[in-house]
């Protein structure tokens, strides 16, 4: 078990790092006020990703990134005064390859 609300608090370890070689974020809203994420999967460092993250933290990492996107489209919400409660992903696979197949 993650632990999603203890993990809002206190980010996994070497969050800063997951951020640089999983780069990911909001990017705007669609024309109905939805947030929209993009997911640069095609840049992921995937040598780095192995070289500094377990199967279990890369869970935590990505738990710790859907959950912070929970919070920021309920935000949204309540400062739009209207439910919005689709979040919108782009995911952006330029430059991805063979690498990112990796079978670990």
């Known amino acids: 078990q993650v632990g999603v609300g203890r993990l809002v608090r206190d980010p ?3 969050r800063a790092l997951f951020e640089e ?12 006020g939805h947030v929209v994420l993009c997911e640069r999967i095609g840049q992921t460092d995937v040598g780095r990703l192995f070289e500094h993250f377990a199967e279990e933290s890369y869970i935590q990492h990505q738990a710790y990134t859907r959950e912070v996107a929970r919070l920021y489209n309920a935000a949204n919400s309540k400062a739009k005064g209207r439910r919005l409660y689709k979040v919108v992903y782009v995911l952006d696979l330029r430059g991805m390859g063979v690498a990112h197949l990796n079978k670990r």
């Open 12 to 14: 996994p370890l070497d």
């Open 21 to 32: 070689v999983c780069p990911s974020g909001p990017v705007g809203f669609d024309r109905d």
